[in-house]
């Protein structure tokens, strides 16, 4: 394996979060502060967030617009955030907005944070929900908080998340680059 830094390689999704942990205005302004210097085409920066901490309003309307099995493990994080990003005119909008997102995670892991996102939302009741602006497209929700025992979580969710991680091998991801292949 190469000599991949720790904070990709110690990265992971988990859903057992410390519902008694919180992140303070400081570590959600860097997270929002790595996810602004991410690249982006034509430097547009076609993203857009909203961030709610545990017991705010902002965070209970993201929650109920996820899944009812997403909202079971989700409602212990410390924050919620929204990640959207603009309609029209940014045909990279999309793309952006994962970037920023990935961006963010790095630095959750940097933070000693974890990240979990989700993309199975309503779309139409977090754009109400929220109050957004017609031209803003809800693409994500990203949990993060600090780990808690996975135990904590309900029993049909601890085998997946004391599972190992897994990733296809290069040689099934690379299509054309033999020196990587071998």
Not at 72 to 84: Q, T
Not at 129 to 156: E, F, I
Request: net charge negative; proline share 5%.
């Amino acid at each position: 394996m190469t000599d991949l830094t720790s904070l990709l390689a110690f990265r992971w999704s988990p859903r057992s979060f410390d519902s008694q942990a919180g992140i303070t205005r400081a570590e959600a302004a860097t997270l929002l502060e790595a996810a602004r210097w991410a690249p982006s085409a034509g430097n547009r920066q076609p993203w857009r967030f909203a961030l709610g901490h545990r017991d705010d309003e902002t965070f209970k309307r993201l929650l109920v617009n996820l899944t009812p099995a997403d909202q079971r493990w989700a409602g212990r994080a410390s924050a919620l955030l929204l990640g959207a990003h603009l309609r029209t005119g940014h045909p990279f909008a999309a793309y952006d907005l994962g970037q920023a997102v990935a961006h963010l995670t790095v630095q959750a892991t940097a933070l000693g944070l974890h990240v979990r996102q989700v993309t199975q939302l309503d779309h139409a009741g977090l754009a109400a929900d929220l109050d957004l602006p017609d031209g803003l497209r809800p693409y994500v929700v990203v949990a993060v908080g600090q780990l808690a025992d996975p135990l904590s979580l309900p029993t049909d969710l601890v085998a997946e998340e004391l599972a190992l991680r897994h990733r296809l091998p290069l040689t099934e991801l690379v299509l054309s680059c033999a020196d990587v292949r071998q």
